[in-house]
């Protein structure tokens, strides 16, 4: 009842005028209130090692500041729970500053527990002028104070540590998106930096070879067209980075809305027909009606799909075909791609979604970042995505099914996720 | 009389590129190296078509498109705009309605690098919407 009690008038007294008034207080009314020179609390140190001082008052600096009380067998009567009076200081072995305590004019010292919910937290010390016998019932009173003194300070305690923890999550959040703001800052000019003069070169290239400069060579034609597919690539390439530190760090954001997957797919269908009619290539469509919606980057599943029809084309010979497939099972949204192409060696299937992976290594086609751009946009929407080779059921082509599950809330924060479940 | 082009891109490289590209179509040209100086040229030179890049410096391509909807302009606010630019479409799009709470109104958007064939039938094609 009596810790009950304590602690239900400690909570509204903190509240309204704070931690360090009350203690003051508290002290204070004791040295006044019960005729005391002074009275100080002392904590327990975190290793529970040594009483170190926390608040006093009638008491002057230089006894404060006499030295670390050491745990010794009185003190450690204290913090078993028991009060320990000594009435005279001068000829008490008890005593670990008996000079100290001589020059300030300390007599007695009654010494109290301040008891916590969370154990005893340190001592309550009251020193006198004079000699003084505390009878049972102010020991008994001194002992309440000394506990609301006590649950007064794990108060603050709590608040303190409440407060620090927040303010490191505050940094840490700071110091994250810092970091990511940087990055993405430094990659976006990065690229515009790298992009801008390829951007210059090509535009004059490709203004020579429309002859707006004069008639070319067959060899200067030539060796212009393979120019251009060389720059080409690398915008590509600095494209894809790009879209990777995008991607990795959540700065797709201002992307994210709510869109139907039948939108995200005839638009994909849009772009495909354009990649394949040039190559004689069939696209053949079968998809479910009645596509959910999903929270999340139209131009990025776009980008998807895309990636995936691009991949296809370009292993897929004139005539073949190649379809798209989407619906429903379960609770899941399943999409494949599946062409009639040369399909995936077998030893090279376990690396095909890595960075910078080619199949043909000496291929200048790629940038070998594609198949791992789709896997961070499949994982990012918690889904899967693999590859079979030969397609099921075929002895040719590639099959890449990729399942996102339905209502799924594209995550920005899943690279940070993955890198802390690595480590 | 030939149609008068107004180019406006911080890059010299592309400005002389299309400057060779559009004058042996047969158009008039002139450039502007800023937004700032596209600004003074569109007063100058009342061109029939902008040909506008977005990341410049002084005053960038958003920053001409908004001025362009200002009444004290309202005598250009109807000159055709095909922006040029290695901004993404979608983002720019984004960009300007963040800042202005309105749609970029230009006539057509084409992503640098230049393709000449895209740029030109661009252009005629504007250029015949005018007429």
């Known amino acids: ?423 | 009389m030939a149609a008068k082009i107004l180019i406006v891109d911080d890059d010299p490289d592309i400005v002389d590129a299309l400057y060779v590209l559009l004058e042996g179509e047969g158009y008039d040209v002139v450039s502007a190296g800023d937004g700032e100086e596209g600004l003074k040229r569109i007063k100058e030179e009342n061109p029939d078509l902008i040909i506008l890049d977005l990341l410049m410096p002084k005053l960038d391509g958003y920053g001409v498109c908004k001025t362009l909807q200002d009444p004290r302009w309202s005598k250009w606010k109807d000159v055709p705009i095909l922006v040029l630019t290695s901004v993404r479409e979608e983002a720019s799009q984004r960009r300007y309605e963040l800042e202005t709470g309105m749609r970029m109104d230009v006539d057509d958007y084409v992503e640098k690098p230049i393709d000449p064939d895209v740029v030109m039938e661009r252009v005629r094609k504007i250029l015949a919407r005018k007429e």
């Not at chain 1, 140190?45 to 608040?55: A, F």
Request: charged content about 30%; some cysteine.
């Open chain 1, 1 to 423: 009842m009596r810790k009950k009690l304590l602690y239900e008038i400690s909570k509204p007294v903190i509240a309204a005028v704070g931690v360090e008034n009350v203690l003051r207080a508290i002290v204070e009314s004791i040295a006044k209130g019960t005729g005391a020179k002074g009275c100080s609390l002392l904590i327990l140190s975190e290793d529970g090692s040594r009483l170190v001082h926390r608040i006093s008052y009638g008491i002057s600096g230089a006894y404060v500041g006499k030295g670390e009380i050491e745990i010794d067998a009185t003190v450690e009567k204290v913090l078993q729970g028991e009060a320990v009076s000594i009435p005279d200081v001068a000829d008490d072995p008890r005593v670990q500053y008996p000079e100290a305590a001589r020059r300030e004019g300390v007599v007695s010292v009654l010494s109290l527990p301040m008891r916590s919910s969370g154990g005893i937290m340190g001592v309550m010390r009251v020193y006198t002028a004079e000699r003084r016998d505390f009878s049972k019932d102010e020991v008994d009173f001194l002992d309440s104070i000394a506990e609301l003194s006590g649950l007064v300070l794990e108060k603050a305690e709590e608040r303190e540590r409440i407060a620090e923890e927040a303010d490191k999550a505050r940094e840490e959040l700071t110091r994250v998106s810092d970091e990511r703001e940087r990055f993405v800052y430094l990659m976006g000019m990065v690229a515009h930096d790298l992009k801008a003069p390829l951007a210059a070169v090509q535009s004059y290239i490709k203004v020579i070879l429309r002859g707006s400069t004069g008639p070319l060579t067959e060899k200067q034609e030539e060796w212009l067209n393979r120019s251009v597919k060389r720059i080409d690539g690398m915008l590509e390439l600095i494209s894809d980075i790009v879209d990777i530190s995008r991607l990795e760090t959540g700065h797709i954001a201002p992307e994210l809305t709510t869109v139907s997957w039948k939108q995200v797919l005839e638009n994909c269908i849009e772009v495909a027909r354009g990649l394949v009619e040039p190559e004689g290539i069939v696209l053949v469509e079968e998809i479910e009606p009645d596509l959910p919606e999903i929270f999340a980057s139209e131009v990025r599943l776009c980008q998807l799909i895309n990636n995936l029809i691009s991949n296809s084309v370009r292993y897929t010979p004139g005539g073949a075909r190649i379809f798209i497939r989407a619906g429903q099972e379960e609770d899941e949204i399943v999409v494949q791609i599946e062409d009639e192409g040369s399909g995936i060696e077998p030893e090279i299937m376990p690396n095909i979604f890595d960075d910078f992976f080619k199949g043909d290594r000496e291929s200048r086609e790629g940038t070998g970042l594609g198949l791992s751009i789709c896997k961070r946009i499949v994982e990012m929407h918690h889904g899967r995505i693999w590859a079979e080779s030969p397609a099921p059921g075929k002895d040719k082509g590639t099959r890449i099914t990729f399942t996102i599950p339905k209502g799924a809330i594209c995550d920005l924060t899943f690279w940070e996720k993955q890198k802390e479940d690595g480590s």
